[in-house]
């Protein structure tokens, strides 16, 4: 689903912004609106997100202030104390920099205006499979927050890329599953039910 990212904040048209960038941008104006006391619903219409989206932002805004919903640049200094499904001990961020991997990330979400399901798969670069997974849902999250009444299904399922850079042809995403259907059934039923919004190529 593309989507090309602008924004008009209090009648000023700002140039074309990072999808992060636009995202604090809305959150800014919504903190300037709960100050103003504005209810949820006007903001959500002026900022162009859904209702969600602004209750959350309210939440966090209650509970830290202006400055919770700004983007935080990540430090690198916290330590990660999980395991990852090989069962090995992860480790700390502040070592990861040289040890960054590429990750396809899937997430699926819900736009309740046009009642369907979409499916996205991103690339993040992480250190380990737990970084990989916040990464995938903070940038869920901020898609929501940019395409308007969707909602981030918390879902998602991240894939370890095996070269050190992507280029075309490299694998980004793969997931097996065990079925007992032939392959057109298979293919029917999880691929091609014919309510994918889709078009064949020419």
């Known amino acids: 689903m593309a989507y090309q990212p602008s ?12 999808r ?9 104006r919504a903190v300037e609106l709960f100050e103003d006391g504005v209810s949820n619903a006007e903001i959500a219409r002026a900022v162009g997100v859904c209702a969600e989206s602004v209750r959350r932002w309210r939440r966090v ?21 999980a395991v990852d499904e090989t069962g090995k001990e992860e480790i700390p961020v502040a070592d990861q920099s040289k ?23 991103t690339m993040v670069q992480a250190g ?4 990989a997974v916040e990464q995938a849902t903070d940038e869920a999250r901020e898609y929501c927050e940019i395409v308007e009444n969707a909602d981030y299904l918390d879902f998602v399922q991240v894939y370890e890329m095996t070269m050190d850079k ?12 065990d079925s007992d259907l032939g392959a057109q059934d298979y293919l029917s039923s999880f691929f091609d039910t014919g309510r994918e919004r889709q078009h064949d190529a020419e």
């Not at 805004?61 to 919770?68: C, H, R, V």
């Not at 009642?115 to 798969?121: C, P, Q």
């Not at 380990?128 to 970084?131: A, H, K, L, S």
């Open 7 to 18: 924004l008009s904040v209090a009648g000023s048209s700002l140039s074309p912004l990072s």
């Open 20 to 28: 992060p960038q636009l995202a604090e941008a809305r959150r800014v």
């Open 61 to 81: 805004w209650e509970q830290g202030g202006a400055s919770a919903l700004r983007r935080q640049a990540a430090t690198g200094r916290k330590k990660q104390e």
């Open 99 to 121: 040890n960054l991997k590429w990750f396809g990330a899937r997430t699926v979400y819900y736009h309740n205006d046009l009642k369907t399901y979409e499916e996205r798969v």
């Open 128 to 131: 380990t499979f737990q970084n």
């Open 166 to 177: 992507p280029e075309s042809g490299s694998e980004v995403f793969s997931l097996m599953r």
